[in-house]
């Protein structure tokens, strides 16, 4: 079972070769990366070809997709609200992603660390 949740932005390093993807390789074959079905959106809605949606269905199919429940839904609306306290919204995407990572205790792969900074129980890494 995965540990840590892949950002949409290092899933796009990834597939890009990035340097910097890495630790995701690493992460990858230990078996301690999934995502989200938020991310995978993001991600698949960026794909500009039918070979690029294959390609990310394949990195897809090997990783853990964690889905919003109910829980995660409200551990969402906790943050959104704790960040409107603050001034600092990040969007209805990066919400629903936090709270999924929070409710499920899982830590957050991103380079998008800003946005999740902020966020009380979120571990990013």
Known sequence: MAHVIAD???IIDFL????SSDQFDLLLQKGSLGTTAINAFEVLSG????????????LLDV????????QA?????????????????????DFLIAGICVANNLKLYTGNRKHFEPIDGLVLI
């Open 47 to 58: 794909a500009k070809s039918k070979k690029a949606r294959e390609v990310i269905g394949a």
């Open 16 to 19: 890009r070769g990035s340097s």
């Open 73 to 93: 839904a409200q551990a969402a609306v906790a943050i959104r609200h704790q960040l409107g306290t603050i001034g600092r919204p990040i969007g209805m995407a």
């Open 8 to 10: 949409s932005d290092v």
């Open 63 to 70: 990783m853990p997709v964690y889905s919003c429940d109910a």
